[in-house]
């Protein structure tokens, strides 16, 4: 099976190594792609030194929906069987991948989510945004019907038909929770696997308190607006 | 201090006439150099038209004002206005998303053209 690693990339000279590092120790069967989106900084150069890492550079920075859906591209144009995405941030363990992976390679679910929740770990999150978190999971239960616990977790495997339809139709910013609905909207099956994820290493948390009243109020404007919509637009 | 009971009104619908046929002079002026597009001319110049005309028959802005139960004339005119700029400024968004979503696609597809040639 072919299968793809995409990590979308802005800025990220100080984690994007390690990250890389890890993800070929422990995804030697995946071909890496990186999407530097636009970044100001050395992101595309320390990318360009792993031998056998692709990288993809976008001329200006489309923000994270439009670099992720670049790999989606890609991985359609290359005919991809299944696609992980990993942040370069350093949160998500590429050690998981293979666990993320495996009900695609079973058939069991078109996309996989990684998440935090599922099993009591770890993760903290403030109040705010356990309470964003909360809020997007009973969105999720009362609309689809299904229980996601993750919603924002970026830490996703794909199969074909998730890569086929994302790489027509996928939103621009905070495109997670939105992803959800537009993939079960076009009756595709979501999973979730726990996983665990590490601290940021490098940066901080790209969302200020302004900002995820702006993600709250566009996504669920966006989930609103999708059930409006007539099903399955993505797909030909 | 009774200047503003001896207003000159022809004065401000000359003014207005003035106005209206500038705005028109101006916006075709900006096509004929190809600095604005047409698509985008149109409700400017329907803006001004609609101004032209009210500034020429001024008992139309009465009977506007009446037709809709606006008591205060000059009142009607703000209306007017306001919904004309909401139109302008909604096209404009319009044409910003539009301009976005080709902007996303064209990055894209440089970006994989590159790395195909890369690849070569």
Redesign the interface.
């Given at each position: 099976m072919k299968k793809l690693i995409i990590i979308p990339a802005f800025n990220e000279e100080k984690t994007i190594a390690g990250v890389l590092e890890e993800v070929q120790a422990h995804c030697p069967d995946f071909d890496i792609l990186v999407?530097n989106d636009?970044s100001t900084d050395k992101t595309s150069d320390i990318a360009r030194r792993f031998s056998g890492v692709?990288?993809?550079?976008?001329?200006?920075n489309?923000g994270i929906g439009?670099a992720v859906?670049?790999g989606f591209?890609?991985a359609r144009?290359k005919a991809y069987e299944a696609a992980v995405q990993v942040d370069a941030d350093g949160q998500h363990k590429p050690a998981e991948v293979a666990k993320l992976l495996r009900p695609i390679d079973r058939g069991e679910a078109d996309v996989v989510i990684g998440s935090r929740f599922l099993e009591k770990g770890r993760y903290k999150a403030r109040l705010g945004r356990k309470l964003g978190i909360w809020l997007l999971s009973l969105t999720n239960r009362l609309l689809l019907g299904q229980k996601i616990t993750d919603s924002t977790s970026g830490f996703r495997a794909y199969n074909k038909r998730a890569i086929e339809l994302l790489s027509r139709d996928y939103p621009?910013d905070y495109p997670e929770p939105e992803a959800i609905f537009l993939l079960r909207r076009n009756a595709l099956t979501v999973r979730e696997v726990p996983t665990e994820m590490a601290g940021r290493k490098g940066g901080k948390s790209s969302i200020s308190l302004p900002e995820s009243v702006y993600y709250m109020v566009k996504v669920f404007l966006a989930i609103f607006v999708l059930m409006l919509r007539k099903n399955n637009r993505g797909l030909p | 201090m009774n200047d503003l009971e001896n207003v000159q009104v022809f004065r401000i619908q000359i003014l207005a006439i003035v106005g209206s046929i500038l705005l028109i002079v101006f916006i075709l002026e900006l096509i004929r150099r190809k600095r604005l597009k047409e698509e985008f001319s149109i409700l400017w110049l329907g803006m001004g038209t609609i101004f032209l005309i009210i500034s020429l028959f001024r008992g139309l802005l009465d009977w506007f004002s009446v037709l809709v139960g606006i008591g205060y004339p000059p009142a009607a005119l703000f209306l007017i206005l306001i919904i004309g700029l909401m139109f302008i400024l909604i096209h404009f968004s319009v044409a910003i998303s539009e301009l976005?979503e080709a902007?996303?696609k064209l990055?894209?597809e440089?970006?994989?053209l590159?790395?195909q040639m890369?690849?070569k």
């Amino acid at each position: 099976m072919k299968k793809l690693i995409i990590i979308p990339a802005f800025n990220e000279e100080k984690t994007i190594a390690g990250v890389l590092e890890e993800v070929q120790a422990h995804c030697p069967d995946f071909d890496i792609l990186v999407v530097n989106d636009g970044s100001t900084d050395k992101t595309s150069d320390i990318a360009r030194r792993f031998s056998g890492v692709r990288v993809i550079d976008l001329a200006v920075n489309l923000g994270i929906g439009g670099a992720v859906q670049t790999g989606f591209l890609y991985a359609r144009g290359k005919a991809y069987e299944a696609a992980v995405q990993v942040d370069a941030d350093g949160q998500h363990k590429p050690a998981e991948v293979a666990k993320l992976l495996r009900p695609i390679d079973r058939g069991e679910a078109d996309v996989v989510i990684g998440s935090r929740f599922l099993e009591k770990g770890r993760y903290k999150a403030r109040l705010g945004r356990k309470l964003g978190i909360w809020l997007l999971s009973l969105t999720n239960r009362l609309l689809l019907g299904q229980k996601i616990t993750d919603s924002t977790s970026g830490f996703r495997a794909y199969n074909k038909r998730a890569i086929e339809l994302l790489s027509r139709d996928y939103p621009d910013d905070y495109p997670e929770p939105e992803a959800i609905f537009l993939l079960r909207r076009n009756a595709l099956t979501v999973r979730e696997v726990p996983t665990e994820m590490a601290g940021r290493k490098g940066g901080k948390s790209s969302i200020s308190l302004p900002e995820s009243v702006y993600y709250m109020v566009k996504v669920f404007l966006a989930i609103f607006v999708l059930m409006l919509r007539k099903n399955n637009r993505g797909l030909p | 201090m009774n200047d503003l009971e001896n207003v000159q009104v022809f004065r401000i619908q000359i003014l207005a006439i003035v106005g209206s046929i500038l705005l028109i002079v101006f916006i075709l002026e900006l096509i004929r150099r190809k600095r604005l597009k047409e698509e985008f001319s149109i409700l400017w110049l329907g803006m001004g038209t609609i101004f032209l005309i009210i500034s020429l028959f001024r008992g139309l802005l009465d009977w506007f004002s009446v037709l809709v139960g606006i008591g205060y004339p000059p009142a009607a005119l703000f209306l007017i206005l306001i919904i004309g700029l909401m139109f302008i400024l909604i096209h404009f968004s319009v044409a910003i998303s539009e301009l976005k979503e080709a902007n996303k696609k064209l990055a894209q597809e440089l970006g994989l053209l590159r790395r195909q040639m890369e690849e070569k």
